[in-house]
């Protein structure tokens, strides 16, 4: 069940999951923690705790039940749709594919292979992947990179710790290692591979902010909380469950990435005695109060505005170049680009002190016009911004409005018409770099930029379009 019901939420860190021991019973996790816990999936393990392929090869161990060990129960007793929609598979946690054990490595390989090739069987929605240990990932990341130019359509999620726990003051603790730094070095050897992700494992005492702040532009799936990290307060005979300020407000802002939170139950199953899983009354479940508790984190956050809600599917995403001289861009496309209020005003601001520049005395503008081209039009947000800098810095203006795209032509008239502009606006519908200008242009206007200044072929346009200067 969602932790918010908002309309037009589609925010991917409403669905809150739950992080469970390995279980021969699939089905019995799902009704558990899905059906009457209201979680939205779990996260189990895949491959029996105990199972290393070394071990099932010894003399006199060839039984058909050890050889299934490691697969767990059948999977006929859940649908194929409940596995990929509720169920995260997890590979043990204990293998180490840098170890300089040689035995004990290759047994980590083999179990990796094992458990995504079975997750892939399974056609789960995505694999947990162990935390890198020690100062060097480079075989685990190799064997992780092979992987993935097999794999179809499952995400791996590769645990990052986040912070530190409460024994990194022993000096044993490998508190030293940078997890950012683990992470960097992982996803290079895999070639930045698409369907590679982050699941930070958030311990008790956080980073710093500023540290913190850089994983928010990296892939970050979801966050595991442990049971342990949660406070408790109880009143008139109700406990109640709640986070630390701090670690409240690194789960609101996760919620603004788009970033899961997965519970991790396992020290409650560890500890518990009486098998929970058999309870049927959803307040009674044990984990009740930890989800109420980040429920109430999701539905206090602000609600997205208009503009982020559109951006909120494509945000943080690397998207191909605009080629304006091979492609005509689409009308959504168009919609996009003028949903960038700050982008605009901050053109008119700019096309404001050119105009005051260019004729600074009132005398003089009372009879002078500056001619605007605007190179690439569009649906016309610079013809705008052009229009009202004029009406705010009392200078004439006679704008062109420039663009290859014919088929922007109606939306453009359609805004010169309606706002009275026919005087001053004139639609030209041709390619600026052969266009014969009936005067010489005082400003160019334009924001073919791209992503990163240069990749809508702005510099080959903008230096043919210098000749109507």
Known sequence: MPLGDKEGDTNKSRLCGVDTL????????????????????????????????????????????????????????????????????????WIDLDSKDELFRKDSEALLKQAIDWASYLSLQACLLPTPKGNSCVNYARCVSQVLQGLEDMQLWLRIPFGMSDDDSQPKSNS?????????????????????????????????????????????????????????????????????????????????????????AKKLEEQDTSDFHSITDPQRHPLQPYL????????????????????FGIRDFLHSAIQPLKDYSLALSYESLEKDAVKYSEYERAICLALLERIPSEETAAVATTVLVVVGAGRGPLVRASIEASQKTGRKLRVYAVEKNPNTAFALNE????????????????????????EKADILVSDMLGSFGDDELSPEILDGAQRVF
């Open 22 to 93: 390995f279980s021969f019973n699939t089905k019995k996790l799902i009704t558990s923690y899905i059906d009457v816990g209201g979680f939205d999936f779990v996260v189990t393990p895949l491959l029996h705790p105990g199972h290393r392929e070394s071990q099932s090869k010894m003399d006199g161990i060839d039984s058909l039940e050890l050889q299934l060990l490691p697969y767990g129960g059948s999977d006929l007793n859940v649908s194929g749709q409940q596995w990929s929609e509720y169920v995260v598979g997890e590979v043990s946690p």
């Open 292 to 311: 109420d508790h980040i429920g109430n984190l999701y539905k206090r956050k602000d609600p997205l505005s208009e503009k982020e809600l559109f951006e």
């Open 415 to 438: 805004l010169v018409m309606r706002n009275g502009w026919v005087s001053t606006v004139t639609i030209v519908s041709s390619d600026v770099r052969y266009w014969d200008a009936p």
């Open 176 to 264: 030293t290692v940078d997890s950012w730094e683990t992470w960097n070095s992982f996803r290079l050897h895999c070639d930045h591979h698409s369907q590679l992700s982050i699941v930070l494992d958030i311990l008790r005492v956080l980073p710093p902010e500023n540290s913190q702040k850089r994983w928010y532009g990296e892939p970050v799936a979801a966050a595991i909380l442990d049971s342990d990290l949660f406070l408790t307060k109880s009143r008139a005979r109700i406990t109640t469950k709640y986070l630390s300020k701090r670690h409240q407000k690194l789960i609101t802002d996760f919620f603004d990435y788009s970033i899961q939170i997965i519970i991790s």
